[in-house]
């Protein structure tokens, strides 16, 4: 008899510990096809898969993330204060205000990255190095309507270009904007997962295309070859 269960409400009877081992044989599956890449034991062409599996990874991994433990819970309490207590302190502060909230994501991510130590010195060093470094049309935050507040590096300014995020794309997102446009992280690697895979599909015509082509021209060269042949015999 074949069950009702969705997939979800199956996965929810699968043990934690079966589902964490199958995502580190996944992982070591993916470490393995990428070490005999590099050592040119196997193919590019019969790999191209291999981001969308990173992707599909990164998805499991995020989905069996314990949750942030109170001390991590404090600990980003603690960098919030003191990242605005920096960017009060700044030059030009005010001019910064329609950026910090991209700033501030940014920051943090780059700071529990490195896990460096609480202080302010080093907050102040990232949010300045940010500061300078923000990319042209980085999101810096999405409107009630659903357009997307950009940043415009020449005018060192913010815009609205009246462009939606489904329109603009979950796939352009650079990762240290999903906390001001409101995307998990899993959403963002599975539209990633998904943009590979049609790369992939495309790759694959293309090749397809390719080899034909290379069959085609090998059969006209050996009728030509049997033309020249067939007059010289004839001559």
């Known amino acids: 008899m074949k069950s009702n269960l969705s997939l979800q409400a199956a996965l929810a009877l699968v043990p934690t510990a079966v589902l964490k081992s199958l995502v580190a044989m996944a992982a070591s599956h993916i470490e393995d096809i990428e070490i005999n890449l ?13 981001p969308a599996k990173k992707a599909a ?38 001019e910064l205000r329609p950026r ?28 300045r190095q940010n500061v300078r470094e923000m990319e042209d049309g980085a999101v810096l935050g999405v409107r009630e309507d659903g357009t997307i507040e950009q940043w415009d590096a020449e005018r060192q300014a913010a815009y609205n270009s009246g462009e939606k995020l489904e329109e603009y794309g979950v796939v352009n997102l650079r990762e240290h904007e999903l906390e001001v446009a409101c995307v998990s992280r899993s959403v963002w ?4 997962a998904e943009l590979s895979v049609d790369q992939t599909a495309i790759a694959a015509r293309t090749l397809d295309d390719e080899f034909v082509g290379a069959r085609l021209l090998d059969w006209l060269e050996k009728i030509n070859a049997a033309g020249v042949e ?6």
């Open 38 to 50: 590099q050592d040119h034991t196997y193919s590019a062409a019969d790999n191209q898969d291999l």
């Open 57 to 94: 990874l990164e998805i499991a991994r995020e989905a069996l993330a314990e949750p942030m433990t109170p001390e991590a819970v404090v600990r980003a309490r603690e960098f919030n204060i003191n990242f605005y207590q920096v960017m009060l302190k700044l030059p030009r502060s005010e």
């Open 100 to 127: 910090s909230a991209a700033l501030l994501a940014k920051t943090r991510l780059e700071f529990d990255r490195t896990g460096g130590a609480n202080d302010l010195a080093q907050i102040e060093s990232l949010i």
């Open 189 to 192: 690697l599975a539209a990633h």
């Open 230 to 235: 067939g007059a010289s015999k004839t001559s």
